[in-house]
């Protein structure tokens, strides 16, 4: 079939047999299917979506597009976790060093930041040293020998996802799920995975805004894991506040050292463990989810969660005396605090709001050429149903261009809502979905 007729069967509401997708994602990644052909087709999708066969082989187009990694060199069962991106989100930074140190394997290629949203390879970098470019045979020679990698992807990981999803940002057709899920999924079941767990957010500071959505979205990357032969389970959670206290690269870091210390707050303590311990059962190191918890909480204890995590900093070039003395990261020149200007509870952090601000700081990126700086964000000094006096700090803002702080005050001061009494707290995870 010519480009033109797929589009028009798409357009009309046929259903693609499985040749035609692949033939047409295979067109485009070569350039005899044109940008304006996929932005049409992309924009088909959206309108009139996908079957479940039809996603299959779209995401095996898209995953087969490049290079996918057998990692069987490496005992055991490996395991990932993907976050839908969030605010104040570093559970990776803590959940891969927790994992491995309890004996599971974790191959991460990891994204960075952009919009409101932070990404993990930006956090990292935070580290004197650390390195995300690896090559794929460091990525595999450290999964390998140190039980976790984290990297950035590659020109020949999935390649059909990159050259698409730069398309479907500039067409309007990133918010879609079946696109969504197929490009996630293409990116992590190339990795070399044997099962995954996802996080998939809900809330202000998620891509789902609703809980309808986040369970579609999650409901159609098992389905898309298990056509594979892979087991996905995923949990629901909630991104109406950012996560833990901190939000920006080194801010971030410094706060998943101390949850492996047992100091970090209780939500993204709690977070990480939920998510860790699905690994954990996924990877057959604990028989339940109780049983993982157990020695996820002994590995915080004894200290070996946080050796692992020198060891991992230290295997990609990082100095890993900056995770025993966490004032060797970059620090903001100052610090300007952000109070309220009137008394009541905190009844609504708008955790976009917040990212939206941090990046105002410099701490994320509004076009990919964009350079972060790892020292600035904000630590939230009150969260969700915290009483607030009348000038109180709310947040303290770690600056370094003082001319950014009265647009980065206003942002802050919007973002929170204030009301008479405290709302009622929502759990953590909303739901679990296998
Ligand atoms: N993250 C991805 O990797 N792809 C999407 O389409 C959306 C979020």
Known sequence: MRPYEVIKAKRDGQVLAPDVIRAFLDGYVKGDVADYQMSAMTMAVFFRGLTPPELAAWTRAMLESGEVLDLSETPGLKVDKHS???????????????????????????????????????????????????????????????????????????????????????????????????????????????????????????????????????????????????????????????????????????????????????????????????????????????????????????????????????????????????SRLPKARTTVAITAEAAGFVTAIDSEAIGLAAMALGAGREKTSDVIDPGVGFVLEKKLGDAVTAGATLVTAHVNDDRRVPEVIDRVRRAYGLGPAAAPSRPLVLERLA
């Open 84 to 326: 839908t991106g969030g605010v104040g989100d570093k559970v990776s930074l803590s959940l891969a060093p927790l994992a491995a140190a309890c004996g599971v394997p974790v191959p991460m290629i990891s994204g960075r930041g952009l919009g409101h949203t932070g990404g993990t390879l930006d956090k990292l970098e935070s580290i004197p040293g650390f390195r995300v470019d690896l090559s794929i045979a460091d990525y595999r020679r450290l999964v390998k020998s140190v039980g976790a990698c984290l990297i950035g992807q590659t020109a020949t990981l999935a390649p059909a996802d990159k050259k698409l999803y730069a398309l479907r940002d500039v067409t309007a057709t990133v918010d879609c799920i079946p696109l969504i899920a197929s490009s996630i999924m293409s990116k992590k079941l190339a990795e070399g995975i044997d099962a995954l767990v996802l996080d998939v957010k809900v809330g202000s500071g998620a891509f789902m805004k609703t809980i309808e959505n986040a369970r579609v979205l999650a409901r159609t990357m098992i389905g898309i894991g298990s056509e594979m032969g892979k087991t996905v389970v995923a949990l629901l959670t909630d991104m109406d506040q950012p996560l833990g206290r901190t939000v920006g690269n080194a801010l971030e870091v410094k706060e998943a050292v101390e949850m492996l210390r047992g100091q970090a707050p209780a939500d993204y303590t709690e977070l990480t463990l939920a998510l860790t311990a699905e690994m954990l059962v996924l990877g057959k190191q604990a028989s339940s989810i109780d049983e993982a918890r157990a020695k996820l909480r002994q590995a915080v204890t004894s200290g070996a969660a946080e050796r692992k995590l020198k060891e991992i900093v230290k295997a990609q070039g990082g100095d890993p005396a900056a995770i025993d003395d966490l």
